[in-house]
């Protein structure tokens, strides 16, 4: 809750995923129709930038809504070279 209250700004009223990637872990948490949708924790290998599109696309079909933007906001303090990126229709923005 920490990381998201320093960044609630970022994940506006459209809603989006916002996520921590630390430990060899991802927590990615949904917010959509004005609250919380889906709170998910998995293991992650290798580089995020690589991994998470995929990891986004099956996470968007587990939550099975309309209309959910393909917006993501990720801190992820171990990966120093993390940084924004678009991957197919995904927007991915990196949080410092």
């Not at 609250?35 to 599109?53: C, F, M, S």
């Not at 990891?55 to 968007?60: A, G, N, R, S, T």
């Amino acid at each position: 809750m920490t990381a998201f209250n320093r960044w609630s700004f970022s994940v506006n009223n459209d809603g989006g995923w916002f996520g921590i990637a630390e430990g060899g872990r991802l927590t990615l948490a949904l917010a959509h129709g004005g609250g919380w949708h889906a709170v998910q924790n998995r293991q992650i290998g290798g580089l995020l930038a690589e991994t998470l599109p995929g990891i986004l696309e099956q996470e968007l079909l587990l939550a099975d809504l309309a209309d959910v933007p393909r917006k993501a906001w990720i801190f992820a303090p171990e990966q120093q070279n993390f940084t924004d990126f678009n991957s197919g229709e995904w927007s991915v923005h990196a949080l410092k």
